[in-house]
C-alpha cells in the first residue's frame, strides 16, 4: 500500500484526503507548557492509522490518545480517549474556486466523550497553500459525564513549498473555550507561531510551534507538535 | 475575516496556476501520441487529487519531457496510481507541454 498524503500543518487539516485504497500510521506528539500561577507540562501522544477509504472519503482512527502531566499537584501518565474520525472532500483546491471539505470525529474515552466538527478550506495557488479550519467540539467528561465544556475555534494556516521536500509557513489559531457553554466565562485564546515540513519517499515528518499571545491562565504559553506520518 | 481573505484570494488571477483543462485541440497537440481525450481527462482528474497529498504542483515547464515519465513513475507507489492510472498522468503532462511549447 502507499502512503495517504505529507501533512503541511500541524494545527490545521488539509482539503485533500488520502488516494483510495492508501494506509498511513501517524503519530503525534504535542508538548503544551504554561507558566504562572496555573503552571503546568503536558506531552500528548496520538497513534493514528488513516485509510482511503475512496479518492474522497477517508477514515482514520485513533489507535490511542494518551498523555504524560506535570504539575505542582502530581505527575504520570493517563490513556486519555480512543476516536474515530471521518472525512469527505467535497471540491478541489487546485481547480475549483476553494477546496472544501467536512470533519466529524468521535473520540470515546475513560470519563470522556468530545464530538467534533470542522468545516475544511484550501486553496493551492502554485508553491502556496493556503488552509482556513472551522471547529466546534462538544466535550462532556467526568463522573456521569456531567461536566460540560465547548469550543470555538478558527485556524488559518499557509506553507510555502520552498523545494520539493521542504515547506515552511506559518499557523494562526484563535479560539473560544466555554465551560459549560457559558458565554460569560468563556476564555480566549490565540496562538501564532511558525511551521516547517519535511518529506521523503515514505515518511515525512511535520512541526509547528505556537506561542499564546493572549494572556490566559490555565492555558498553554507554548505548544510544539510534531507529526511523524509513515506508509503501511 | 480569514475566510473572506481566502475566498478573496481565491478570486484572484490563478489559473496560471490551474492545470489546463484537457479540450479537442490540447488532445490534437499530443505530439507524445500517448493516450486519448478520455485517457488526458482522467491524467488531469488524478494529477490534480493524488499528486497534492504530498506537495504543490511543479510548473508544467520545469521538468523536460525526459523528465516527467520518470518523475511520475518513482512517485506513482506513493500516490498509489495503477499502471494504466500512471500512464494517463504521464499523457496529460506531456499534451500539456506539446500544446504550450515549453
Known amino acids: 500500500m502507499s502512503s495517504g498524503g505529507v501533512r503541511h500543518f500541524t494545527f490545521l487539516y488539509e482539503a ?44 482514520s482512527i485513533y489507535l490511542t490518545d494518551w498523555f504524560y502531566e506535570s504539575d505542582p499537584a502530581h505527575s504520570g501518565f493517563t490513556y486519555s480517549d480512543t476516536a474515530l474520525e471521518l472525512i469527505y472532500n467535497l471540491t ?34 502554485g508553491p502556496l497553500i493556503l488552509a482556513y479550519n472551522a471547529t466546534l467540539e462538544s466535550l462532556w467528561e467526568g463522573h456521569d459525564l456531567a461536566e460540560r465544556e465547548g469550543e470555538l475555534s478558527q485556524a488559518l494556516g499557509a506553507s510555502y513549498e520552498i523545494s ?7 499557523e494562526i489559531l484563535h479560539e473560544f473555550v466555554l465551560p459549560e457553554w457559558r458565554d460569560e466565562e468563556k476564555m480566549r485564546n490565540f496562538f501564532v507561531g511558525p511551521n516547517v515540513s519535511y518529506r521523503r519517499q515514505n515518511w515525512f515528518v511535520t512541526g509547528t510551534a505556537l506561542a499564546q499571545a493572549t494572556d490566559t491562565d490555565h492555558e498553554p504559553d507554548f505548544q510544539l507538535r510534531i507529526i511523524f506520518g509513515i506508509a503501511l | 475575516m480569514a475566510m473572506i481573505c481566502l475566498l478573496d484570494l481565491s478570486s484572484c488571477e490563478t489559473t496560471s496556476f490551474t492545470p489546463p483543462p484537457v479540450t479537442t485541440e490540447l488532445a490534437r ?47 506513482s507507489q506513493r500516490s498509489n496510481l495503477k499502471p494504466e492510472e500512471r500512464e494517463a498522468v504521464i499523457a496529460y503532462i506531456l499534451a500539456v507541454r506539446a500544446q504550450k511549447k515549453f
Open chain 1, 164 to 170: 520539493p521536500r521542504i515547506s515552511v509557513g506559518l
Open chain 2, 29 to 75: 497537440s499530443n505530439s507524445s501520441q500517448r493516450g486519448n481525450i478520455v485517457m488526458l481527462r482522467e491524467g488531469r482528474a488524478l494529477f490534480v487529487h493524488r499528486c497534492i497529498e504530498c506537495h504543490t504542483l511543479p510548473a508544467f515547464w520545469h521538468y523536460s519531457t525526459e523528465d516527467w515519465p520518470k518523475i511520475v513513475n518513482s512517485m
Open chain 1, 16 to 59: 485533500n484526503t488520502s488516494a483510495r485504497g492508501s494506509l498511513e500510521l501517524e503519530n503525534w506528539i504535542t508538548w503544551q507548557r504554561a507558566t504562572g500561577s496555573g503552571r503546568f507540562d503536558q506531552v500528548d501522544f496520538r497513534h493514528e492509522l488513516e485509510y482511503g477509504a475512496t479518492d474522497s472519503f477517508q477514515v
Open chain 1, 92 to 125: 478541489n483546491p487546485v481547480v475549483d474556486p476553494l477546496g472544501f471539505s467536512i470533519y466529524g470525529e468521535l473520540k470515546a474515552g475513560d470519563r470522556l466523550v468530545e464530538l467534533e466538527s470542522k468545516l475544511i478550506a484550501q486553496k493551492n495557488l
